[in-house]
């Protein structure tokens, strides 16, 4: 099982702000990677319809925006969904596909900036000036992987051995409201293998923890999903929001200790700032 069939993420696990990777890196996320999925998944708040959309200087790829598919009922599971184009690997910089481990499942470097990593690897993921202007002093991110062998910053990138995917991942702060911001870029070798979902994300929540979601616009006209996770009392709670740009997609999530319409409010300003 290599790194990038393990993405989901658990309810029961609320640690400090930016130890989620650090305690999730790991777990279970072999599910979304098989081609015939559970039947009867309900597909909830379906965005656009397929669109066709250059990816870099190479040919079109065809995707779908992001949905939220609600499988509890047989899995237990509330998956992000679709909005992925495949790039090519030759789209990206040498030193990302040197990246790539030899002897491992997955590897990972730090940067001083989301625009450093997004030079390093050749691939404009996102524009978003709210957030460049708010980097995080307070908390970093952290991935453990299996060897014992970690790394921890505020921008992170991780490459699997297949160079089927990458992950980035940053850390941000608006006041008292920490934010992490997640990237997710699929090549042409993960299309090539033929048993990828689509599923990129799943979350299991305990059955004390109230979720909710909606489809939202955004003021640049791109579709979103929002969802508010408020967990029982003494427990972070979350709003995440979920965008595609380019066929990439971009996870938002703001933690807060107190209930959602703060946390809700800050996302939706993110989601605004897109451009």
Known sequence: MDRHELNRMFDALTPAPGREEELLDGLLRDSRRRKNPVKNWKRIAIGLAAAVLLVGTAAA?????????????????IWLAGGIAYYPVDELSEEAKALAPKDALSAGKVFESWQELEDFLGIDLMNNPLLDKSP????SIMHTFQDGR????????????????????GCYEIGEL?????????????????TFTENFIGYVF????????????????????????QRPEGVRNSAVGA?????????????????????RQVLLQILDSFQ
């Open 136 to 139: 995080a002093k307070r908390y």
């Open 206 to 229: 305990s059955d004390d923890t109230q979720v909710s979601w909606e489809g939202y616009t955004t003021a640049g006209g791109v579709e979103a999903q929002v969802m508010e996770i």
């Open 243 to 263: 965008v595609s740009f380019n066929g990439i997609p971009v996870v938002v999530r703001v933690h807060t200790e107190g209930n959602t319409q703060e946390a």
């Open 150 to 169: 970690s790394v921890k910053g505020h921008f992170v990138l991780m490459a699997d051995s297949e160079l089927t995917s990458f992950e980035a991942n």
């Open 61 to 77: 790829a065809h995707y779908a925006s992001i949905s939220i598919v609600d499988s509890r009922e047989e899995t237990g599971d």
């Open 178 to 194: 920490d934010i992490n911001v997640d990237a997710y870029l699929y090549t042409d070798k993960m299309e090539q293998l033929g």
